[in-house]
C-alpha cells in the first residue's frame, strides 16, 4: 500500500487529484445515490509536509456547509403529535459549496484516513470517502464553533435554532418534568464518518459520567448520544439532560421548542446556556474521544488517527481563547483572534458593506411608509409592507429617528 498516514497532523500524505466516483442506482435526476470522493495520487514523488498551524483551517471546513433553516414553531413550545410516535420535523436540507469542498480536498487531502480496505473504500489506485460525510462533518463543525460563538456573546441564540432543539419531559406530579437539549442529527450516518463516532458502553460510560453545576444546585447533568436510528424522534442525537434530584415519577416527552425560545425566558435563559455548554462539550469527545498521545521518532506528542480529529482539536483549543463568531451578514462562522477593540461582528470587509447597505435600505423604507401614512407606522403596517425583512418595533424606531 503506498498511502503514507502522518499520525502527528492526521494527514494522509501526498498530492492528490480529486474527482467523483459513483456507486449506487442513479436517481431520476442523473445523481447517484452515493457521490464519493476519489483521492489520488497526483505524482508519486510530490509528498506534502504537516499541516500548518493555522485556526483558518477548521474554519474553512466548518464553512462548507451552511445552516439549515427549520421553522419548528410560531411563539411557544410545540406539544408532541402522539399518534406519530413523537417524531421531530426534519430540517431543510443543508446548502453545501461543492467549489470550496473540492477546494480544501485538493489542499489536505482525505478528511477520515485510511480505513477497512473490507468496505471497499480504500484501493492501491485511491482513497473514496463519502460525500456525504463530508458534508455532515462540516454541519456539525459548524455547528459546535457556533455554541461556542453564542456562549462567548458573540452569536444570537436564533444561530442554533436550525440545529438544536429542547424536549420537556413531563410526569404525574406538579414538579416531574425537566429539559433536554438534543442536537440533530442525519437519521443514518454513514462509514467511515459512522466509524468515528461508534461509542460502545464502555465509552459512553467512560466519557458522559453525570456532572453538577453550582449555579443549578438539585439537578444533575446527563449526556447521552443515541446513534443509529430511527430512534424515539427518527433522529440519531447527542443529549443533555438536566434531572431533577427529587423525580418522584416516571416522565414522558411532551413537547419541544427551539433554543432561541428557551434562551429568550428569564427563567431559563441560563440554563438553556448551561445545557448548550454540556452538548458542545459532547460533541468535542465525540470527535476527539480515540486522539492520544505516543512516542514516536523519539519525541512524546499527540497523534490523531485522521485529519478530522486534528481540526476538532485546534478548535477545542481556539474555543478557550472565546474569539470565534457567526458573521451577522452572511451567517458563516469566523475567527477574530486579531481583533482589538471592537467585537468582530462579520467575517469580512464585503459583509461589513453589504450590513451597512441593508440597514440604510430597510430605513428608507419604513421612512417612506411613514411619509404615506402621515404617521409613525405601526408593527403590523410594516410587516404587511411586502417586504423582504423581519420588522421590530426598535428598528422602526431606528429608522425615524431624526440624526
Given at each position: 500500500?503506498?498511502?503514507?498516514?502522518?499520525?502527528?497532523?492526521?494527514?494522509?500524505?501526498?498530492?492528490?487529484?480529486?474527482?467523483?466516483?459513483?456507486?449506487?442506482?442513479?436517481?431520476?435526476?442523473?445523481?447517484?445515490?452515493?457521490?464519493?470522493?476519489?483521492?489520488?495520487?497526483?505524482?508519486?514523488?510530490?509528498?506534502?509536509?504537516?499541516?500548518?498551524?493555522r485556526t483558518q483551517l477548521y474554519i474553512d471546513f466548518a464553512n462548507i456547509a451552511w445552516p439549515p433553516?427549520?421553522?419548528?414553531?410560531?411563539?411557544?413550545?410545540?406539544?408532541?403529535?402522539?399518534?406519530?410516535?413523537?417524531?421531530?420535523?426534519?430540517?431543510?436540507?443543508?446548502?453545501?459549496?461543492?467549489?470550496?469542498?473540492?477546494?480544501?480536498?485538493?489542499?489536505?487531502?482525505?478528511?477520515?484516513?485510511?480505513?477497512?480496505?473490507?468496505?471497499?473504500?480504500?484501493?492501491?489506485?485511491?482513497?473514496?470517502?463519502?460525500?456525504?460525510?463530508?458534508?455532515?462533518?462540516?454541519?456539525?463543525?459548524?455547528?459546535?464553533?457556533?455554541?461556542?460563538?453564542?456562549?462567548?456573546?458573540?452569536?444570537?441564540?436564533?444561530?442554533?435554532?436550525?440545529?438544536?432543539?429542547?424536549?420537556?419531559?413531563?410526569?404525574?406530579?406538579?414538579?416531574?418534568?425537566?429539559?433536554?437539549?438534543?442536537?440533530?442529527?442525519?437519521?443514518?450516518?454513514?462509514?467511515?464518518?459512522?466509524?468515528?463516532?461508534?461509542?460502545?458502553?464502555?465509552?459512553?460510560?467512560?466519557?458522559?459520567?453525570?456532572?453538577?453545576?453550582?449555579?443549578?444546585?438539585?439537578?444533575?447533568?446527563?449526556?447521552?448520544?443515541?446513534?443509529?436510528?430511527?430512534?424515539?424522534?427518527?433522529?440519531?442525537?447527542?443529549?443533555?439532560?438536566?434531572?431533577?434530584?427529587?423525580?418522584?415519577?416516571?416522565?414522558?416527552?411532551?413537547?419541544?421548542?427551539?433554543?432561541?425560545?428557551?434562551?429568550?425566558?428569564?427563567?431559563?435563559?441560563?440554563?438553556?446556556?448551561?445545557?448548550?455548554?454540556?452538548?458542545?462539550?459532547?460533541?468535542?469527545?465525540?470527535?476527539?474521544?480515540?486522539?492520544?498521545?505516543?512516542?514516536?521518532?523519539?519525541?512524546?506528542?499527540?497523534?490523531?488517527?485522521?485529519?478530522?480529529?486534528?481540526?476538532?482539536?485546534?478548535?477545542?483549543?481556539?474555543?478557550?481563547?472565546?474569539?470565534?463568531?457567526?458573521?451577522?451578514?452572511?451567517?458563516?462562522?469566523?475567527?477574530?483572534?486579531?481583533?482589538?477593540?471592537?467585537?468582530?461582528?462579520?467575517?469580512?470587509?464585503?459583509?461589513?458593506?453589504?450590513?451597512?447597505?441593508?440597514?440604510?435600505?430597510?430605513?428608507?423604507?419604513?421612512?417612506?411608509?411613514?411619509?404615506?401614512?402621515?404617521?409613525?407606522?405601526?408593527?403590523?403596517?410594516?410587516?404587511?409592507?411586502?417586504?423582504?425583512?423581519?420588522?421590530?418595533?426598535?428598528?422602526?424606531?431606528?429608522?425615524?429617528?431624526?440624526?
Amino acid at each position: 500500500m503506498r498511502y503514507m498516514f502522518d499520525p502527528r497532523t492526521g494527514r494522509v500524505r501526498g498530492a492528490f487529484e480529486v474527482n467523483y466516483d459513483f456507486e449506487g442506482e442513479e436517481l431520476e435526476d442523473g445523481n447517484f445515490e452515493t457521490d464519493l470522493l476519489a483521492f489520488r495520487y497526483a505524482k508519486e514523488q510530490d509528498r506534502r509536509g504537516p499541516v500548518a498551524d493555522r485556526t483558518q483551517l477548521y474554519i474553512d471546513f466548518a464553512n462548507i456547509a451552511w445552516p439549515p433553516s427549520l421553522p419548528l414553531l410560531e411563539e411557544s413550545y410545540t406539544v408532541f403529535d402522539k399518534r406519530i410516535a413523537f417524531q421531530l420535523p426534519q430540517p431543510d436540507e443543508t446548502t453545501c459549496d461543492e467549489n470550496r469542498l473540492c477546494e480544501f480536498a485538493e489542499a489536505y487531502g482525505p478528511l477520515f484516513g485510511v480505513f477497512d480496505e473490507g468496505v471497499g473504500h480504500i484501493t492501491p489506485e485511491k482513497i473514496l470517502e463519502p460525500e456525504s460525510c463530508w458534508y455532515d462533518a462540516a454541519k456539525t463543525l459548524s455547528l459546535a464553533v457556533r455554541i461556542q460563538a453564542y456562549l462567548a456573546g458573540r452569536a444570537k441564540a436564533s444561530d442554533l435554532d436550525d440545529a438544536i432543539h429542547f424536549i420537556l419531559h413531563s410526569g404525574s406530579g406538579d414538579k416531574d418534568f425537566y429539559w433536554e437539549c438534543a442536537s440533530f442529527y442525519p437519521s443514518d450516518l454513514d462509514r467511515p464518518y459512522w466509524d468515528m463516532l461508534e461509542l460502545s458502553e464502555e465509552e459512553q460510560g467512560r466519557l458522559f459520567l453525570p456532572a453538577s453545576e453550582a449555579a443549578w444546585p438539585g439537578l444533575t447533568f446527563l449526556t447521552r448520544f443515541d446513534p443509529r436510528g430511527p430512534g424515539k424522534w427518527n433522529h440519531s442525537t447527542l443529549g443533555v439532560s438536566a434531572i431533577p434530584d427529587k423525580l418522584t415519577g416516571r416522565t414522558v416527552p411532551y413537547a419541544y421548542t427551539t433554543f432561541s425560545y428557551l434562551a429568550s425566558k428569564p427563567e431559563t435563559e441560563n440554563l438553556a446556556r448551561v445545557l448548550a455548554g454540556h452538548l458542545l462539550r459532547g460533541l468535542v469527545l465525540l470527535h476527539t474521544h480515540r486522539v492520544h498521545h505516543d512516542l514516536l521518532d523519539g519525541f512524546f506528542g499527540v497523534v490523531y488517527n485522521n485529519l478530522l480529529e486534528r481540526l476538532w482539536m485546534d478548535f477545542a483549543a481556539d474555543a478557550a481563547l472565546g474569539k470565534l463568531g457567526v458573521c451577522a451578514q452572511c451567517g458563516k462562522v469566523f475567527e477574530a483572534l486579531s481583533e482589538r477593540r471592537d467585537v468582530k461582528r462579520y467575517c469580512s470587509v464585503t459583509c461589513q458593506a453589504n450590513a451597512k447597505s441593508t440597514r440604510q435600505y430597510r430605513r428608507r423604507k419604513i421612512r417612506q411608509l411613514a411619509e404615506e401614512l402621515g404617521r409613525k407606522p405601526t408593527l403590523e403596517e410594516v410587516q404587511n409592507a411586502g417586504w423582504n425583512f423581519v420588522a421590530t418595533e426598535e428598528l422602526i424606531d431606528a429608522a425615524l429617528e431624526k440624526s
